[in-house]
């Protein structure tokens, strides 16, 4: 198993709320866990630390989806590679599908054998980086169609979230299911104790139980009726067309 020391949760401009500080606040409260600051009982684990950070991509705050202005913790830089690199969704990840700075940073991580995080519209990036091959992932509804169109392997039903310790990736759908995704990756890579207490704290043990502990999450309901018209309207905006090549 991957030895965790660092995680890096990316920011960037019109990410979203929910998709970026959810999985960055279930990080820490992991890092207060292993360190021993949040302590309901003594952790068979010994004490550690654990370097969390939002990362923006660009110099500056982050301005989110719906106007919150973020501080970062720094930048990404061109060389980093952290244990945990984690690609949040929101309506700017369109715009990062397409951002080379993002892209190779992903690349980077998944060569040097780090691990690979995204959840909603986020996994739409680490599919564009090719990365993905045939590793079963799931994302929110608005752009599995364009993912499976491009041969991503979305199955259906989608799972709330999908993990592969082998291969590094770990996908979560949309806002609903990354709190349950996130606890499953602390559960995983830093052992069913510390995965309880931080379940316990972010009451996610007693809305999903027992998932916590697996690779997959629960099953998600499909409304055919629905989906076709939000893939519509959004497919454009989170996975446009990869631009194409300039050639002399």
């Known amino acids: 198993m991957a030895e965790i020391k660092s995680i890096a949760v990316v920011g960037y401009q019109n990410a979203s709320e929910q998709d970026t500080i959810t999985p960055l606040e279930i990080f820490r409260g992991a890092k207060l866990v292993l360190n021993g600051t949040i302590a309901p009982w003594k952790i068979a684990e010994p004490l550690r630390e654990l370097d969390v950070k939002l990362l923006n991509i660009e110099p500056g ?6 106007g919150t202005q973020v501080v970062p913790d720094g930048v990404l830089g061109d060389g980093d590679l952290y244990d945990i690199f984690y690609v949040p969704g929101g309506v700017g990840s369109g715009a990062m599908t397409q951002n080379q700075k993002l892209i190779s940073a992903v690349k980077r991580h998944h060569a040097a054998g780090k691990v690979i995080g995204a959840n909603c519209s986020g996994v739409g990036v680490i599919h564009r980086a090719g990365i993905l091959g045939k590793t079963p992932v799931t994302a929110v509804a608005a752009v599995v169609r364009g993912m499976r169109d491009e041969g991503t392997n979305v ?11 082998e291969r590094g990736i770990w996908t979560a759908t949309g806002s609903y299911g990354i709190n349950g995704a996130t606890v499953a990756m602390v559960a995983h890579y830093f052992g069913r ?18 998932y916590i502990y697996e690779l997959q999450g629960p099953e998600f309901y499909y409304h ?7 893939q519509d309207y959004f497919q454009p905006m989170l996975l446009p067309t990869p631009k194409q090549e300039v050639r002399a």
């Open 193 to 210: 104790e510390v995965g309880t207490i931080v379940s316990m704290m972010f009451d996610t043990y007693g809305g999903i139980g027992e």
């Open 224 to 230: 055919p009726e629905l989906e076709p018209k939000f």
């Open 61 to 66: 705050n982050i301005t989110m989806q719906t």
């Open 155 to 165: 199955p259906q039903p989608r799972r709330m979230w999908q993990g592969d310790p």
